[in-house]
């Protein structure tokens, strides 16, 4: 039994965002408790991202090739997952909390007699022991949770809360290993990728947003804070009430029951800051925010706060940076 594996996720030889988060958690935990971590990578193009993934300060690379995960299945990864980790022997599991994940990550344990701490946002090392945190209750309260049975057990990681590793000049051994599979036990038939329409934004994916919130007043008002974004080369995004009221789509929405963002910087306009919200945007690099409430909850994440009216402070900001731009 022995070091921290993390399990990452790709799509044709392109990384998953939140995979390079996991492997940023899987690092941060075996630099805390002194062991070595390995990072995997399965399916098509897994010799492709194999070889990114050696340029991270790993000790090893694993790529799972077969024919039978050419196209995902949640049967297919977690018998070929289940493989690799009776071969390795982990201490913990680390994975991106993605939507393959949640299919198949909970057969695994399963199937190992383990446990799943799906979502954890942080940990600590007491005693020698690490201690993950997890959000309860819509992020109002967080939990801390300590694995009781030996390993390998597993952990996925919200989103948001771990920062992305940079990569280094060294290069990490890479293994393409074909794990033993039954063609009979993978019970699903794989259809095309679900793809989102055309319009749909990806705000985990953007490295500047610009989030409006009630204090808008009216969807006439957005304009003020699209102006701001454009200047910024920033995405829109939204509190919950602006999309409730239909001024933006629900997927611009930010926070608990949105989407769980982490760009280099978050400007938080008109928005008071609920625990909801504050879910959904605290791993951000730079919180900027604009409030007339200096009592506002958003000033406690805010890395910058200025305490003042949107529609003053919003419309010299923008006429700033156009002019900075020349």
């Known amino acids: 039994m ?3 594996l993390v399990i990452t996720e790709q799509s044709g030889g392109a990384w998953h965002r939140v995979s390079q988060e996991a492997l940023g958690a899987g690092l941060e935990l075996g630099r805390a408790l002194g062991v070595a971590v390995r990072a995997c990578v399965y399916g098509s193009g897994a010799s492709v991202a194999a070889a990114e ?6 000790e090893q690379v694993i790529a799972l090739e077969s024919p039978l995960l050419e196209a995902y299945t949640a049967d297919g990864a977690a018998l070929a997952l289940e493989w690799l980790v009776r071969e390795e022997q982990p201490e913990v599991v680390v994975m991106p909390h993605t939507y393959q994940v949640r299919d198949y990550a909970s057969r695994l344990a399963t199937r190992l007699g383990r446990a799943l701490l799906a979502d954890a946002t942080g940990f600590r090392v007491e005693d020698g022991a690490a201690v993950f945190q997890r959000q309860l209750f819509q992020g109002k309260l967080t939990g801390d949770f300590v694995f009781e049975t030996p390993g390998p057990n597993f952990v ?7 920062r992305a590793p940079e990569a280094g000049a060294a290069a990490a051994a890479v293994e393409t290993r074909t794990p033993e599979l039954d063609a009979a036990r993978i019970r699903q038939t794989p259809e095309a990728p ?8 990806d705000l985990t994916a953007a490295e500047r947003i610009v989030a409006v919130g009630r204090g808008i007043r009216e969807e006439g008002n957005l304009a003020l804070a699209q102006e701001l974004a454009e200047a910024l080369g920033a995405e829109l995004g939204a509190s919950r009430p602006i999309c409730d009221n239909g001024w933006l789509p629900m997927e611009r929405q930010v926070g608990s029951s949105g989407q769980t963002v982490a760009p280099k910087l978050y400007v938080a306009v008109g928005i008071s800051g609920a625990i909801q919200h504050l879910v959904g945007m605290k791993g951000s690099g730079c919180i900027v925010a604009i409030n007339k409430d200096a009592d506002a909850p958003i000033f406690e994440a805010a890395d910058y706060g200025i305490a003042g009216d949107l529609f003053d402070v919003v419309p010299a900001l923008t006429e700033a940076l156009k002019k900075a731009r020349g």
């Open 53 to 58: 993934l050696a340029a991270y300060p790993v």
């Open 2 to 4: 022995s070091g921290i």
């Open 156 to 162: 996925s990681v919200q989103a948001g809360s771990f």
């Open 194 to 201: 679900f793809r989102e329409a055309d319009r749909a934004v």
